[in-house]
């Protein structure tokens, strides 16, 4: 539903029609100046060739002082969605299972059947603040688990996963021998402290992402930081399949590290003001909704909506966002995605509301 939404708010558009794009996590700004000045600085040098499938030498020295680890754990890839993609197709193999949180981010899941690994999903609620019941993390584990997937911040919750949570979520994993596949591609934005996978030593999974924090979506440059012989598969995988990711990209994502604080800084920003703007407006509907933790999303619940229905008579309003049911069992919510400026958030929020009454 999400890539189906997507597709037909272009088409829409492409036959002239304005739409309001409440369902995209793309960040309306433009990617810094200083970071296109990069990539075309290092186009003029000639870095337009072939080059390593585990990523330029700088990037991964940069990223490793970064997260505190060897060169050799680090692995980069065409946006961290290849990298949560070559991660399961690894770790997945046949009879193995994955648990997975619900709400998730449909990648995973689409990911997983297209392995056809068997999905294992731990449900929470809006009522309950989205929290993680551990117990029942446990119950779903079994000798067959190869992987939990945690995303935190949680699209399309914008929820953290609170310390004591994630610390026993960990000790359920080490004591298991069980993979944590940890995204934190929002953690640089997150507007409370986060903790990484990484905090606990190196026995999980990192997949990061330039993508939100750098408005470089389309550059498409991730990462990973895994274990050795995990770098080592991911490039080979690498190898017969993307080579790498363009060299010119990777020193435009070097220039992005370099001003991480200040861009990740203003971007904060800009979304908190968006996010307070549109909890005060929702905060007058009868729609259920918790305060975002991060960037982009709000996942509002509206008792009784079937939110398919929804999204596409609200499309007809010249308004797209995507149907709860792209995260999983939750027709009764709706993704809301904040990354267009705050006139256009409050138009859509109140075509919203007027389509919900
Ligand atoms: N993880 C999550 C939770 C996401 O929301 C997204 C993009 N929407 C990605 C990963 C992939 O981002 P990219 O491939 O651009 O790094």
Redesign the pocket.
């Known amino acids: 539903m999400l890539y189906e939404i997507s597709e037909k708010t272009m088409k829409l558009e492409s036959e002239g029609k304005k739409i309001i794009k409440l369902n995209?996590?793309?960040p309306d700004q433009p990617t810094p100046n200083e970071i296109i000045e990069a990539a075309y600085e290092s186009m003029k040098q000639g870095k337009t060739k072939y080059s390593s499938s585990a990523g330029e030498n700088k990037l991964r020295e940069k990223l490793a002082n970064l997260h505190k680890v060897s060169v050799d754990n680090v692995v980069i890839t065409?946006?961290?969605?290849?990298?949560?993609f070559s991660l399961m197709f690894l770790l997945l193999k046949k009879g193995r299972n994955v648990v997975i949180p619900t709400p998730y981010?449909t990648?995973y899941e689409l990911t997983a059947k297209s392995l056809r690994a068997e999905t294992r999903f731990l449900r929470t609620e809006i009522g309950s603040e989205w929290k993680i019941d551990v117990e029942k993390l446990e119950d779903l584990i079994d000798r067959k688990t190869r992987l939990i997937i945690l995303?935190n911040p949680?699209?399309p919750t914008s929820k953290v996963i609170d310390e004591k949570t994630l610390d026993e979520i960990v000790q359920v994993a080490n004591d298991k021998g069980i993979t944590i596949l940890s995204?934190e591609?929002?953690s640089d934005i997150s507007f409370v402290e986060t903790k990484s996978v990484l905090d606990y030593g190196n026995d999980h999974i990192l997949?990061?992402?330039?993508?939100?924090t750098f408005a470089?979506?389309g550059w498409?440059?991730?990462y990973a930081v895994v274990e050795k012989e995990l770098v080592e598969k991911m490039m080979k995988l690498n190898q017969i399949t993307l080579t790498n990711v363009p060299v010119f990209v990777q020193e435009a994502a070097l220039k992005a590290l370099e001003l991480r604080e200040e861009i990740a800084n203003r971007i904060r920003e800009e979304y908190r003001r968006r996010a307070d703007l549109a909890c005060s407006i929702l905060s007058e509907t009868k729609v259920k909704f918790s305060k975002p933790d991060a960037p982009f999303y709000l996942f509002p619940k509206y008792e009784g909506l079937d939110s398919e229905r929804f999204t596409f008579d609200l499309l007809d309003e010249g308004v797209a966002i995507t149907p709860g049911t792209a995260f999983g069992n939750y027709r009764e919510h709706f993704r809301i995605a904040l990354t267009v400026p705050e006139e256009e958030i409050e138009l859509g929020l109140k075509k919203i509301c007027e389509v919900l009454e």
């Not at 065409?78 to 949560?84: C, D, E, H, L, P």
């Not at 997949?207 to 939100?212: G, L, Q």
């Open positions: 995209l996590g793309d065409t946006g961290s969605k290849w990298a949560i981010w990648a995303n949680n699209n995204d591609v929002y997949v990061k992402s330039f993508s939100k470089m979506t498409r440059v991730g």
